[in-house]
């Protein structure tokens, strides 16, 4: 089997719309409840969820093949560090380079913000964490 093959196959796709149902179900509520839709925001959060499942994807097989968790007997998908088609370094270097790609695109939507001489600089993300206060505050009473 191909590199390429394999870095599919220990990403999952299949896996793919816990990631993407979640985005989906909170552009859809934020929309309904502010009448707005960023499309930006929305793109990099989509694909910063989808490079964190990924991510995911690529620790659980390489630590399930380390505790011996998968077997012959294991039923689905053939895991990539388990059937030796990647070692487990390789697996955890792409799991790593995923996060990696995760956080560099949500730094897409942070802006450096300078608080002190004491405190250094910190990211301030645009409106998103003040929208998550209002949708909280929302729906405290539901709760």
Do not use: Y
Request: aromatic share 10%; hydrophobic share 50%; charged share 20%.
């Amino acid at each position: 089997m191909s590199k390429v093959k394999s870095v599919i196959l220990a990403a999952r796709p299949k896996t793919l719309p816990a990631a993407v149902v979640p985005v989906w179900a909170g552009c859809v509520l934020a929309w309904k409840l502010t009448g707005k839709f960023d499309g930006w925001l929305a793109f990099f959060t989509l694909a910063g969820a989808i490079c964190i499942q990924i991510a995911t994807n690529f620790f659980n097989d390489a630590i399930d093949a380390g505790k011996g968790a998968d077997t012959e007997k294991r039923l689905g998908p053939v895991r990539v560090t388990s059937s030796g088609l990647m070692s487990r370094r390789t697996v955890i270097g792409w799991a790593v380079a995923f996060c990696v790609l995760a956080f560099g695109i949500g730094s897409r939507r942070a802006k450096p913000a300078k608080l002190g001489e004491d405190q250094g600089f910190v990211l301030q993300h645009d409106e998103a964490l003040h929208h998550v206060f209002e949708l909280a505050d929302i729906a405290r009473p539901l709760v």
